[in-house]
Each structure stands twice: as structure tokens, then as C-alpha cells.
């Protein structure tokens, strides 16, 4: 489609580019960001601010910065198989899986396939926990993953799929415990800090507030012209952004939908990846390609860093301290992790406290 006969970009916010918020830190090859679907960027995860996990052919690569060496967590070209017998868990595991997406948190690790399967892993235990098939469709895509707290302390996650399906996982009871269906292939869910709220967007220029417990719409989310492909709430509980193929993310307070309360809008293409820092002062949106952008919110988004590079962007991520971002890059012929630092200012009157 030819997004100037539907988008015209009136309401695009105007930003002052000049911020600088992270550093440069380092470009480093001796990992290779690779890249499978050309809509999915969802392959790299930040668990501290020197550890980062991310896809690199058929394998996920853990890499330190502190050490600057890597070592291989899971490999997929081959068979995998749990080595736990946990319930619902399918014991004969796969073959030759390719990977669409992947999540981390803490110590756990969930990769989501093209033929709709789930591989849980623990990194600090031996092999494969989990193995499970989310559905048969011939259309079961895994787009999305996103690993939860629920309000009982029990880690859930989440698999949004283009079966038109959301799903959620117990892994402490390794059961299904919801299933929502909608009338459109879901790309991306985010699940509001309260756990009250789900953001769902896929294949409809409408996006759509849903109730976590029932999978009711509580409100449709207008504005964008093209299916979006990433989502995420800010901290604070009340704001969430999506992120569009009409080359724009829109930011979304929860007290007033009536509209997007800003604009903000890529240099070349689609938004593929949005996340925010965990203190909410920042919010990062990645580009297919070459760019990232990373708004102060504290200015109401008038100011960003660009970081421009040559490549493709497998994925990105902040550390859960906020003082790292990591960036996959692929160029077809190489593939290299890029690390960032926050930039600090500080004064003569904090080193006295």
C-alpha cells in the first residue's frame, strides 16, 4: 500500500533530534543477530545491564559484556526434547525448529516457532523443561511472547499467534489456563503492569484495550492505517504505545482513548519493536532498518536520539536497570550485537550522598 493516500501525517509530533540519552558503548561481531520473518523483530532480551540472550541462526546465544564471550543456551537445528516430565509438556519435543520469536526474563527462557510450538527453558537448570504446540492451524505462527508475574507470584507467559489466538500459560502448573480468539492474526500483546488490561494489535488497523481475565474489548484503539506489530505499557500503568506499519507508533493514555495522545513517526519504514525503560523515562522504537529512536517522555516525546546504523534490526532491548540498551543488527553478510550506556550527568553534590 502506499501510505500517502492513507496517512497523510498531520498529526505527527514534531521532535527535536538532538538528545543524547545512551552512549555508544561497543559493536561487537563475535555474535551474529540473525533475522527469520521479515516482520518479526522481537530476538534479543536484556537480563542485566551485561547480559543479553539473542537468536543467531539456529541458536540462542548468550553473550556478557562484562567477559565479552558468548556460549550457546539452545540449539534448534537438530532434536529437542524436555528432559522434565512435566504435565501437558509433549515429551517427543521437535525437530528442525525455526525460531519467530523469543522472550527472557530472570531464569526463564521461551522461544515461540513457525509451526506454532513452544520451547520453555530455565537457565539455570539442564536442558529443555517445556515443549508444547499451541495449535495445529496450518497458520500457526508464534508472533509474540511476553513472560509475567501474575498476581500470585506464579511466572506466566503469553503467546500471541496468527492462529487469531492469544494463549496463557501457567509454568508452575505447565497448563493453559486462558484462551482468547479474535477475528484477526494477533502480532503483539502487552500486558498492563496491574495485570488488568491486555493491548492486543495484529492484523487490522484497529488495535483494541481487552480485559485480561475475560478477553472482553473494553475499547478499540483508532487511529493507525495498517496492521501494527508491537505494543508496550509504560511503567506507570497509564500510557501504552503501538507500533505500526503506517511507519508511526502511536502513544495511548488509558483516562482519555478518544484519541493517540501523540504521534511520533519513523524515518523509512514500519514500527517494529517498542520498548519502554523501566523507570518510564524513555521510550525506544526500532525501525525494520537502520533506525532507532529513543524519546525523552518527560519532555511529552519532543525529544529524541536517533542512533543510526547500517543493517537490519533483529530486535532491541533495554536492561531491566535501564542502563543498557542492546541492539541486533543483521547486513546479510554479518551480524553484530551493538551496546549502549546511559549517559549520567553528575553533579559535584551526589558524590556526597
Known amino acids: 500500500m502506499e501510505y500517502t493516500k492513507h496517512y497523510k501525517g498531520e498529526d505527527c509530533k514534531p521532535t527535536d533530534k538532538g538528545g543524547i540519552y545512551y552512549e555508544f558503548q561497543r559493536n561487537t561481531r563475535s555474535v551474529k543477530s540473525t533475522i527469520l520473518h521479515f516482520q518479526l523483530r522481537n530476538l534479543v532480551w536484556a537480563t542485566s545491564k551485561h547480559d543479553v540472550y539473542l537468536m543467531s541462526n539456529s541458536s540462542v546465544l548468550h553473550w556478557s559484556a562484562l567477559s565479552g564471550e558468548k556460549y550457546e543456551v539452545m540449539n534448534v537445528s537438530g532434536h529437542i526434547a524436555p528432559e522434565e516430565r512435566l504435565p501437558g509438556s509433549l515429551l517427543e519435543g521437535f525437530s528442525q525448529i525455526q525460531v519467530s520469536t523469543l522472550a527472557v526474563k530472570d531464569k526463564l527462557l521461551v522461544a515461540g516457532g513457525f509451526q506454532g510450538e513452544l520451547i520453555c527453558k530455565f537457565l539455570d537448570r539442564k536442558g529443555i523443561s517445556f515443549c508444547c504446540r499451541t495449535t495445529y492451524d496450518d497458520n500457526a505462527i508464534t508472533n509474540a511472547l ?4 501474575s498476581s500470585s507470584g506464579a511466572v506466566h507467559f503469553m503467546s500471541s499467534n496468527n492462529d487469531c489466538g492469544i494463549r496463557d500459560f501457567d509454568l508452575e502448573k505447565c497448563q493453559l489456563c486462558k484462551h482468547f480468539h479474535f477475528q484477526w492474526p494477533v502480532n503483539h500483546t502487552s500486558l498492563s503492569p496491574d495485570g488488568k488490561i491486555l493491548v492486543i494489535v495484529g492484523d487490522d488497523p484497529d488495535g483494541m484495550l481487552v480485559d485480561a481475565q475475560t478477553g472482553k474489548t473494553v475499547h478499540k484503539l483508532q487511529g493507525h492505517v495498517d496492521f501494527s506489530f508491537a505494543s508496550a505499557w509504560n511503567p506507570d500503568g497509564q500510557t501504552f504505545a503501538t507500533g505500526n506499519q503506517d511507519k508511526t507508533c502511536r502513544v495511548w493514555d488509558v483516562r482519555n482513548l478518544s484519541k493517540s495522545v501523540a504521534v511520533l513517526r519513523g524515518n523509512l519504514g514500519a514500527i517494529r ?11 525506544a522504537m526500532a525501525e525494520p532498518a537502520d533506525f532507532v529512536h529513543i524519546f525523552d517522555v518527560g519532555s511529552g516525546y519532543n525529544k ?21 540498551l542492546f541492539v541486533g543488527v543483521w547486513d546479510r553478510t554479518y551480524g553484530s550485537l551493538l551496546q549502549y550506556s546511559r549517559l549520567r550527568n553528575y553533579l559535584y553534590l551526589d558524590s556526597l550522598f
Do not use: K, V, W
Not at 511476553?146 to 508475574?149: A, G, K, M, T, V
Not at 519493536?273 to 521510550?283: C, K, N, V
Not at 543493517?311 to 536492561?319: K, P, R, V
Open 146 to 149: 511476553d513472560i509475567y508475574d
Open 273 to 283: 519493536s517498542i520498548r519502554f525503560t523501566s523507570d518510564g523515562r524513555f521510550l
Open 304 to 324: 529524541q536520539q536517533e542512533l543510526d546504523f547500517f543493517g537490519e534490526i533483529s530486535g532491541m532491548s533495554f536492561s531491566p536497570d535501564t542502563e543498557a
